[in-house]
């Protein structure tokens, strides 16, 4: 076998690793306790997990994870009546303040906020 097959070989392993580890997070995202959570069903180690996945994708599996919890959340906000708590237990935080945080840094602002913002500028 040659270094380019074993090569190949080990990239299409670690894409396999991430792509699985992808559709886990984009189906479970909300009842996630964490990234551990998904490389031990994997039944990979952390660093694995991690390296595949920022290879295939460019980014941290858990940088990933807030992404798809806080569009959702976006989503919530604006389709419902909601309060910013449940809508961040929704999604899967377990902490409002963390919640808060996180959609502020990712949109640049708080969830009601946003709310206000986008009910305003709705069709």
């Known amino acids: 076998m040659t270094r380019d097959r074993v090569v190949y070989g080990a990239r299409a392993r670690s894409s396999f690793w991430a792509e699985k580890g992808k559709s886990i997070i984009d189906e479970k995202y909300a009842s996630l306790s964490g990234i551990d959570e998904v490389y ?21 599996p858990k940088v990933y ?48 906020k946003y709310r206000r913002t986008k009910t305003r500028t709705a069709p």
């Open 65 to 112: 994870l807030e992404a798809v919890q806080i569009e959702k959340a976006k989503e919530l906000l604006f389709d419902t009546s909601l309060k910013v708590y449940e809508v961040s237990e929704k999604v899967g935080f377990k902490h409002r303040w963390a919640f808060q945080r996180t959609f502020k840094k990712l949109t640049g602002l708080y969830p009601s």
């Open 40 to 60: 031990s069903v994997l039944g990979i180690s952390e660093s694995h997990f991690r390296d595949s996945f920022e290879a295939a994708f460019g980014i941290s």
